[in-house]
């Protein structure tokens, strides 16, 4: 079989999920950056941070085993949990947003292979900005998913 790498599946994957979840069904999920000028107070944003910096998905790859036929990929995902108030209310904003990622977390704990495209997934390392903008408190909590997968299977 040829070789391939699975992050675009497991993107694809988280997507459906957490459109799936019963938590986060009263925020938006993108695919990614949207070229929408809606204003949006709750966001679970799949393969991007919101910046023009940096990677929205990271890869490795190592030979699995003796006989070099399979590699194993070891990657992240970048997401983000957003929430904007149309207040000053930034505990708020802050605690919505990592309700946000509580149930983002819960989904793919739900379907650790999101849809069978990896072996394993969980939500790795996050951190936490806020701030205000125009339209009020801001919190964003930009997660990553580390996922576990044979490329090319």
Do not use: N
Not at 25 to 51: E, H, I, K, M, R
């Amino acid at each position: 079989m040829a070789w391939t790498s699975k992050l675009p599946g497991a993107v694809d994957g988280l997507v459906r999920i957490f459109k799936a979840w019963p938590g986060l069904t009263d925020a938006t999920v993108l695919d990614g950056p949207t070229t929408s000028q809606a204003t949006l107070t709750d966001v679970v944003a799949v393969g991007f941070t919101g910046g023009d910096e940096g990677t929205d998905g990271e890869s490795t790859l190592l030979t699995e085993g003796l006989g070099g036929g399979v590699d194993r990929e070891q990657f992240s995902i970048r997401c983000t949990a957003v929430c904007l108030r149309g207040t000053d209310d930034l505990p708020g904003a802050r605690s919505r947003a990592y309700q946000l990622l509580s149930e983002a977390g819960a989904a793919i704990a739900a379907d650790r292979t999101l849809g069978g495209t990896v072996m394993r997934a969980m939500i790795g390392s996050h951190s936490l900005s806020q701030g205000f903008t125009q339209s009020g408190a801001q919190a964003t909590v930009t997660f990553e998913v580390a996922c576990d997968a044979y490329s090319g299977v």
